[in-house]
């Protein structure tokens, strides 16, 4: 019989799918275990069967519910007695409408929504900044800005940990802060499955993410080690496929919190010692020894981010630099910088030379001074876009590509007379 996860989840292990399509979502569907179907979307679901209904744990996204919804009932057509949000994420928590609407429609009992308490303020934040949500995404994944409106909550909602049972089969979830503060991680003792939610997704941890609210690396590592004590057989993730095997799950668990636990650790180090940001940033790597582990690949997020988001968490804002604390504004040195360069052409030029010579990241800073002193200078905007194409090139991290990809796009358009104001 084909088993195509199990086989894509060999080719995982071994290294062999290259890093940027790890999140690449088959649509497939299999049975993992006895009534326990995993089905590979781009957020991954799982059905499992119960003598009450079936129980999903996550939803998927907003954009593809009814296709996941199809998916689902390919597999069972049982009523749907209760959906499991691991967090918030819409990509987890905004497939359901669905199969709301086909309990009413069959007068079925409305399915049970299970999840920690922060994910209905979360829903209530998404709702207050709709649009800058849009722009994000807008700018990350280089699509038109868009961003859900409408949230279903739990309306099971637990603190710390919570037993929940349906019919034969009984889960426990546990809140654990780290990609956000709704997380929630599951255990089903006597199939010795673990639920990880985005706490593992065959990527870097999504710790730093700098358009995103704060992360917690060292409460995320310390899940992970909770997660190994229990001595899980099948490791289900939030992306990617799962992991099989008690010695692969332990060893992909405790990899990724010590990845976590070392920039943590290394910053916090450095922050006592009285140092800025930028030396720690400077300083600051994962363990050298898991750079080849196909599962900390920085295909999304960047050790560099989460180094930041230590600092933020732990210092605030402000960098350590005195003149980062009041600025002036970015017109006003770039005014200055041009200057003292002999013009904004000089200055543009200058940043083409570095760029030239590779060094597009101090390339960057000089031609965001000469658009931010003169925003409708097309030769300034015509520069600015070759550097951050070529940075975007150059950047393995989605994220990274995205912002500096966004950039690009824009001076592209206002060095073409067209597009917003820089």
Same mark, same amino acid.
């Given at each position: 019989?084909?088993?195509?996860?199990?086989?894509?989840?060999?080719?995982?292990?071994?290294?062999?799918?290259?890093?940027?399509?790890?999140?690449?979502?088959?649509?497939?569907?299999?049975?993992?275990?006895?009534?326990?179907?995993?089905?590979?979307?781009?957020?991954?679901?799982?059905?499992?069967?119960?003598?009450?209904?079936?129980?999903?744990?996550?939803?998927?996204?907003?954009?593809?519910?009814?296709?996941?919804?199809?998916?689902?009932?390919?597999?069972?057509?049982?009523?749907?007695?209760?959906?499991?949000?691991?967090?918030?994420?819409?990509?987890?928590?905004?497939?359901?409408?669905?199969?709301?609407?086909?309990?009413?429609?069959?007068?079925?009992?409305?399915?049970?929504?299970?999840?920690?308490?922060?994910?209905?303020?979360?829903?209530?934040?998404?709702?207050?900044?709709?649009?800058?949500?849009?722009?994000?995404?807008?700018?990350?994944?280089?699509?038109?800005?868009?961003?859900?409106?409408?949230?279903?909550?739990?309306?099971?909602?637990?603190?710390?940990?919570?037993?929940?049972?349906?019919?034969?089969?009984?889960?426990?979830?546990?809140?654990?802060?780290?990609?956000?503060?709704?997380?929630?991680?599951?255990?089903?003792?006597?199939?010795?499955?673990?639920?990880?939610?985005?706490?593992?997704?065959?990527?870097?941890?999504?710790?730093?993410?700098?358009?995103?609210?704060?992360?917690?690396?060292?409460?995320?590592?310390?899940?992970?080690?909770?997660?190994?004590?229990?001595?899980?057989?099948?490791?289900?993730?939030?992306?990617?496929?799962?992991?099989?095997?008690?010695?692969?799950?332990?060893?992909?668990?405790?990899?990724?919190?010590?990845?976590?636990?070392?920039?943590?650790?290394?910053?916090?180090?450095?922050?006592? %010692?009285?140092?800025?940001?930028?030396?720690?940033?400077?300083?600051?790597?994962?363990?050298?020894?898991?750079?080849?582990?196909?599962?900390?690949?920085?295909?999304?997020?960047?050790?560099?981010?989460?180094?930041?988001?230590?600092?933020?968490?732990?210092?605030?804002?402000?960098?350590?630099?005195?003149?980062?604390?009041?600025?002036?504004?970015?017109?006003?040195?770039?005014?200055?910088?041009?200057?003292?360069?002999?013009?904004?052409?000089?200055?543009?030029?200058?940043?083409?030379?570095?760029?030239?010579?590779?060094?597009?990241?101090?390339?960057?800073?000089?031609?965001?001074?000469?658009?931010? %002193?003169?925003?409708?200078?097309?030769?300034?905007?015509?520069?600015?876009?070759?550097?951050?194409?070529?940075?975007?090139?150059?950047?393995?991290?989605?994220?990274?590509?995205?912002?500096?990809?966004?950039?690009?796009?824009?001076?592209?358009?206002?060095?073409?007379?067209?597009?917003?104001?820089?």
């Amino acid at each position: 019989m084909s088993r195509p996860i199990s086989e894509l989840a060999e080719r995982f292990w071994a290294g062999a799918v290259p890093p940027g399509q790890l999140w690449k979502p088959t649509g497939q569907v299999e049975e993992m275990a006895d009534g326990v179907f995993f089905l590979h979307t781009f957020a991954n679901m799982t059905v499992v069967r119960t003598g009450a209904g079936l129980v999903l744990i996550d939803t998927s996204n907003y954009a593809a519910r009814d296709k996941t919804f199809a998916l689902v009932r390919s597999v069972d057509a049982a009523p749907v007695v209760a959906a499991i949000y691991t967090h918030g994420h819409a990509d987890h928590a905004l497939g359901l409408p669905p199969f709301l609407a086909e309990a009413r429609a069959r007068g079925r009992p409305r399915p049970r929504i299970v999840g920690h308490r922060n994910v209905a303020a979360r829903f209530t934040r998404y709702q207050c900044t709709n649009g800058y949500n849009a722009l994000i995404n807008a700018r990350q994944f280089g699509i038109a800005p868009a961003w859900p409106q409408d949230y279903d909550a739990p309306d099971l909602v637990y603190d710390t940990t919570l037993t929940f049972t349906a019919g034969e089969v009984s889960l426990e979830l546990t809140h654990a802060r780290g990609e956000t503060d709704d997380h929630t991680w599951i255990w089903w003792a006597e199939r010795r499955i673990v639920w990880t939610g985005d706490q593992f997704i065959w990527v870097t941890p999504n710790a730093g993410n700098p358009q995103k609210v704060q992360r917690y690396a060292g409460e995320w590592a310390a899940s992970l080690r909770a997660m190994r004590t229990r001595e899980p057989e099948l490791l289900i993730p939030g992306h990617g496929v799962p992991i099989v095997g008690r010695a692969r799950v332990a060893q992909a668990l405790e990899d990724t919190a010590e990845w976590l636990e070392t920039l943590e650790h290394e910053t916090l180090a450095r922050m006592n %010692a009285g140092a800025t940001l930028d030396e720690i940033v400077a300083e600051v790597r994962p363990p050298a020894r898991l750079a080849t582990r196909p599962y900390l690949q920085a295909v999304y997020d960047e050790p560099e981010y989460v180094v930041r988001n230590v600092w933020r968490l732990y210092g605030g804002w402000w960098d350590g630099i005195a003149s980062h604390l009041k600025p002036a504004r970015e017109a006003e040195i770039g005014h200055e910088v041009a200057r003292l360069a002999g013009g904004i052409e000089r200055l543009v030029a200058r940043a083409e030379e570095l760029a030239a010579a590779g060094d597009l990241a101090l390339a960057g800073h000089l031609v965001d001074w000469a658009v931010a %002193a003169d925003p409708d200078a097309r030769a300034a905007h015509a520069a600015r876009a070759a550097i951050y194409a070529a940075r975007a090139k150059d950047a393995a991290a989605l994220m990274t590509r995205g912002i500096f990809t966004a950039a690009a796009r824009e001076s592209t358009e206002r060095a073409a007379g067209t597009g917003p104001r820089a």
